[in-house]
């Protein structure tokens, strides 16, 4: 069988650094239907072969720029590559992404670790085409855990194919604690495979938990936009007098509910199922004050239009954030939209000092954890951005 070929439109062969190829760059497509293809430019050189999808804009992402087939032999040193990057893969409790797309070279395939368990995300046809032979590369590595399969519907709605429900053969536990490294030791936090947000928990905040719950000895903590509570549960185990966590979605405050009882901080710890937006305005008109505080929104622009809503989002969290903390008091502050860059957060945070009349230090930038490596050529891959911030004494 002949491999089917992507033509690129003359004036797109620029350097390939960058595996994306949108309809505008394509020339031709020998095939009509989503396929494996061969990568040429205008002239017919060999650029690189990839997955060819004619429904979404970003219709092929390209996966190897070497003239070899896309088989288990490349899945294979990707995957064994990727595993190098990290922190080596063991068992028992740990949390930690394996495989991450872009950055580990396989775009389009996402691959978590929670202890004994595989979670596995495609956000592409092509894929989900490969990821029988992806999972078996990742098996071969670290051995024959169970496999859940995690695929996001939204980017397989996108995509045009079905996400797979649940475990991909062997069935494994329904949920699990995992260990994450804290400042005063490890905080526990569960799992239910299928339930919540990404594949479970959000891994790419593990480093800055980490940093939050070391400044937290004796201090009144505030996690706004929570999640399962992960973030008070590192400043609580490392000592917080008293954590608010405040989140709105049932679920995920339920989830919190049991992370606090399963570290023995419950007591502690105040949980409040309500809009942050608002809840921050109540406490600022209240004069309350802490002494921690982190700001970890889901993405407020999801499109590069949503932008200046984001902007006015953003601000308005972070200037509340601000006139909430004591003198002294440190703000951990964070945004993941991919259309804000680190650039202009630091605008927003400044213009948001600005109008609370507050002046904050910069203890360090932060980013996401090293096991979502970001590459310089692929920007999008840089998607976390955030500031520790210092109030100064007035
Ligand atoms: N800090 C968390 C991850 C937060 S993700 C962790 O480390 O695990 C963002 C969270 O904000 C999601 O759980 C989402 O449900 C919640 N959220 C979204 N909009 C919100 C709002 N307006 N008020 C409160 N929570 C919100």
């Given at each position: 069988m002949r491999a089917a070929v992507l033509r690129l439109k003359r004036g797109v062969e620029r350097a390939r650094v960058h595996p994306w190829i949108f309809?505008?760059?394509?020339?031709?497509?020998?095939?009509?239907?989503p396929a494996a293809v061969t990568v040429v430019d205008s002239a017919g050189g060999f650029v690189g072969r990839g997955f060819y999808n004619p429904r979404p804009a970003l219709c092929c992402r390209v996966v190897t720029w070497r003239d070899e087939a896309l088989d288990a032999r490349l899945w294979r040193r990707r995957v064994d590559a990727a595993l190098a990057r990290r922190r080596p893969a063991v068992g028992g409790t740990h949390a930690t992404r394996l495989i991450w797309s872009e950055s580990d070279g396989l775009p389009g395939f996402v691959a978590d670790r929670y202890g004994d368990v595989l979670v596995v995300q495609c956000l592409t046809l092509g894929m989900s085409r490969v990821r029988a032979e992806l999972v078996a590369a990742l098996r071969a590595a670290i051995g024959d855990l169970p496999v859940f399969v995690s695929d996001d519907p939204v980017p397989a709605g996108l995509e045009g194919f079905e996400p797979f429900p649940g475990w991909l053969d062997t069935p494994g536990p329904a949920s699990v604690v995992v260990e994450e490294p804290g400042a005063a030791g490890a905080v526990r936090l569960g799992v239910t495979f299928g339930a919540g947000h990404k594949t479970g928990l959000y891994l790419d905040q593990s480093e800055n938990r980490l940093r939050f719950g070391a400044l937290a000895r004796g201090r009144e903590v505030l996690d706004a936009f929570a999640y399962t509570g992960a973030f008070a549960c590192h400043a609580l185990v490392g000592g917080a007098r008293r954590a608010v966590c405040v989140e709105s979605s049932a679920d995920a405050v339920a989830a919190a509910r049991e992370n606090f009882a399963v570290n023995g901080v419950a007591d502690r710890a105040e949980l409040v199922a309500a809009n942050a937006f608002d809840e921050l305005r109540r406490r600022e008109r209240a004069r309350e004050h802490f002494g921690l505080v982190v700001l970890d929104p889901p993405p407020f622009a999801r499109g590069r239009t949503a932008v200046e809503a984001a902007r006015r989002g953003y601000k308005e969290i972070n200037l509340r954030a601000m006139r909430l903390l004591e003198p002294g008091g440190v703000l951990a502050t964070f945004s993941c939209s991919h259309h804000v860059s680190p650039d202009d957060f630091a605008d927003i945070c400044r213009a948001a000092a600005a109008d609370a009349g507050i002046t904050l230090r910069v203890l360090a930038p932060l980013t996401q954890s090293p096991d979502h490596p970001i590459v310089l050529t692929v920007p999008e891959t840089h998607y976390l951005k955030g500031l520790l911030l210092e109030r100064v004494e007035p």
């Open positions: 309809k505008g760059e394509v020339a031709d497509v020998s095939v009509g239907e």
